[in-house]
């Protein structure tokens, strides 16, 4: 069974950085593209990027894109969010996914419990 | 970009009632569509992909239906575990996107 870890989210300051990590276990990591999706408090699901298997391609959401970056380490099963300029509406709890192939197959089989990440202004 | 539009977006319903949820999509996504639901505080779960086939370990009380852009989530004789909100998704191109959201509630 999918299992999936978020972690290194908090309060930040606008304008600051943040990293968040989701470990990946019960799978073989590389074999799966991986997505990362926020829901602002009281909101609605929000798709922000995706990576594949491979990590040679990424996408992003027009809202993130040049300010927050994918990527993978698949010798460590680890997901990752570089998140940078981060703004008020940034804050969100942010949840990995599993995608059901390595590279043109996103719905979300497996999620990971997520992490809240609050930006204050 | 393909937008993704469910109605109603909350919906009052008793135990044993047959619960329907639409999602329109503003342009055609075949049957790339999944529909999920989440508990308060909790991840969202898959329900249905390809629009009608029904994840693995999920009530066959649970179906979809539609194609291009009108679907539809039909929850039969709605159970106590179902009161939640439920989502649709599009996976057809990027960026992937979900519908609003429609919360169940007695």
């Known amino acids: 069974e999918a299992q999936l870890l978020e972690s290194g989210g908090g309060l930040i300051q606008s304008g600051g950085s943040l990293r968040l990590s989701c470990a990946a276990s019960?799978?073989?990591?590389?074999?799966?593209?991986m997505n990362w999706v926020r829901q602002a408090p009281g909101k609605g699901l929000e798709w922000v990027s995706v990576?594949?298997?491979?990590?040679?391609?990424?996408y992003y959401a027009a809202s993130v894109e040049g300010r927050l970056t994918i990527s993978r380490d698949n010798s460590k099963n680890t997901l990752y969010l570089q998140m940078n300029s981060l703004r008020a509406d940034d804050t969100a709890v942010y949840y990995c996914?599993?995608?059901?192939?390595?590279?043109?197959?996103?719905?979300?089989?497996?999620w990971g419990q997520g992490t809240l990440v609050t930006v204050s202004s | 970009d393909i937008q993704m539009t469910q109605s109603p977006s909350t919906l009052s319903a008793s135990v044993g009632d047959r619960v329907t949820i639409t999602c329109r999509a503003s342009?055609?996504?075949?049957?790339?569509l999944a529909w999920y639901q989440q508990k308060p505080g909790r991840a969202p779960k898959l329900l249905i992909y390809t629009a009608s086939s029904l994840e693995s370990g999920v009530p066959s009380r649970f179906s979809g239906s539609g194609s291009e852009t009108e679907f539809t989530l039909t929850i039969s004789s709605l159970q106590p575990d179902d009161f939640a909100t439920y989502y649709c998704q599009q996976y057809k191109s990027y960026p992937l996107a979900f519908g609003g959201g429609t919360k169940v509630e007695i």
């Open positions: 990576i594949s298997g491979s990590g040679h391609y990424t």
């Open positions: 342009q055609s996504v075949s049957s790339w």
């Open positions: 019960g799978f073989t990591f590389s074999n799966y593209a």
């Open positions: 996914a599993k995608s059901c192939s390595a590279s043109n197959c996103h719905r979300f089989d497996a």
